[in-house]
């Protein structure tokens, strides 16, 4: 190993930012050199400018750090920034950062969608990592933009992937319980969801119907070709910190076997596990076979939290039923968006 690669986190007080915060931080390839938030937190020491939420403490080394803006000149040092601001202000920054010849991997949504920029869930679509040539050849740009998929996203198509191989999945209805830490550190009042589900999450339902096409399409010349599955999703906030837990039929091509599907899931692995990536789980899919299984509380930080936890499989016809739980904030955004850093270090040699 040569020496750590220097990453910024831009948003690095916000809830997915603190994740990030909290990998990187005894992550073996990566050391943090720069934290940003929003401008008038601007040179506040991290401790004092951050409400942590995410462990017991902000780690130590960067507890004394002093928060710069979100531009590149503050942030000139680091090879890869991750970026965990919402989609206005992430917006006008990454293009500008990419073409300073950052890698920049971001959770913000906005340009996910974009036929050259690769939307990557590592095990799942590693190969779109390509993409990424591309990018740098059409826009010009000495660095790129990598995108983190949406959080119910990314935990659905994990426990997708063996499934759609195997059986080939058509059409498949989700209907989500989903984290107040989805929203943010101020997203959802107390007030609206203590004793309460709400059963309307704004823009996440198509999120997750375009988002699932492209991450399980397949790379077809300069962009992916999408899978073409009819999604139907029904997405609700519950109250509970987090984890998001996902109930979905999978209509496939023939009639498959609940015992079957299981072992299928239980037994896949991908690039990533192959390749020792350091924050690649040992098992993507944990397969529960009790009935009570599984719950937030007990399964979230599977897999230190990038594991998605199934129970509930079961055939009914050609028609596949299971519940699927994963971290929204570690698998759903800074665990995935480490993934993604690694893969490219990896696969374009950056590193050993
Ligand atoms: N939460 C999840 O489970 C999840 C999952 C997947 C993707 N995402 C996406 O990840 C991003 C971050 O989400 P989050 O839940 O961490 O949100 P959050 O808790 O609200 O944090 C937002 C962060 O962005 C900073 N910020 C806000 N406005 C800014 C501006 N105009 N300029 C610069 N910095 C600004 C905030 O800094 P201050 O502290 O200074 O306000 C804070 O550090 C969003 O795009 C979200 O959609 C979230």
Redesign the pocket.
């Known amino acids: 190993m040569v020496d750590k690669v220097k990453t910024a986190v831009?948003?690095?007080?916000?809830?997915?930012?603190?994740?990030f915060v909290r990998l990187l931080s005894r992550h073996p390839w990566f050391e943090i050199v720069a934290l940003?938030?929003?401008?008038?937190?601007t040179g506040q020491q991290y401790v004092e400018?951050?409400?942590w939420v995410v462990s017991q403490d902000p780690p130590e080394h960067v507890a004394d750090m002093r928060?710069v803006?979100?531009i590149p000149d503050a942030i000139r040092d680091a090879e890869v920034v991750f970026?965990?601001?919402?989609?206005?202000?992430?917006g006008p920054?990454e293009p500008e950062l990419a073409r300073a010849g950052k890698i920049v991997v971001?959770?913000?949504?906005i340009y996910r969608m974009e036929r050259d920029i690769p939307l990557l869930n590592p095990e799942v679509n590693y190969d779109h990592i390509r993409l990424v040539e591309v990018q740098k050849k059409r826009r010009g740009w000495q660095g790129a933009i990598l995108k983190?998929?949406?959080?119910t996203t990314?935990i659905l198509t994990l426990s997708l992937k063996p499934v759609h191989d195997s059986y080939g999945v058509s059409r498949i209805y989700v209907a989500t319980m989903q984290?107040i830490?989805?929203?943010?550190?101020?997203?959802v009042p107390g007030y609206m969801i203590v004793d309460n589900i709400i059963p309307y999450i704004k823009g996440e339902e198509e999120k997750v119907v375009n988002e699932t096409n492209k991450i399980l399409g397949t790379l077809s010349g300069e962009g992916v070709k999408p899978a073409g599955i009819e999604v139907y999703a029904t997405t609700m906030r519950a109250p509970i910190l987090d984890g998001?837990l996902e109930v979905v039929y999978a209509h496939t091509r023939g009639r498959v076997e609940g015992e079957e599907a299981a072992r299928v899931m239980d037994e896949w692995r991908s690039i990533p596990q192959e390749l020792g990536l350091p924050t690649a789980p040992e098992k993507p899919i944990i397969v529960h076979g009790g009935k009570d299984r599984p719950q937030p509380r007990l399964d979230r930080m599977a897999g230190e939290g990038m594991s998605v936890s199934v129970g509930r499989i079961e055939s009914l016809g050609d028609v596949l039923r299971y519940i699927v739980l994963g971290h929204?904030?570690i698998r759903?955004?800074a665990g995935t968006g480490l993934l993604i850093a690694e893969l490219y270090l990896k696969y374009y040699e950056k590193l050993v």
């Open positions: 831009l948003g690095a007080t916000g809830i997915v930012g603190q994740q940003a938030a929003s401008g008038e937190k400018a951050v409400d928060l803006k979100p970026v965990a601001l919402p989609k206005e202000a992430a920054i971001s959770n913000a949504s983190v998929p949406n959080c990314a984290a830490s989805g929203a943010g550190l101020r997203g998001h929204n904030t759903g955004a």
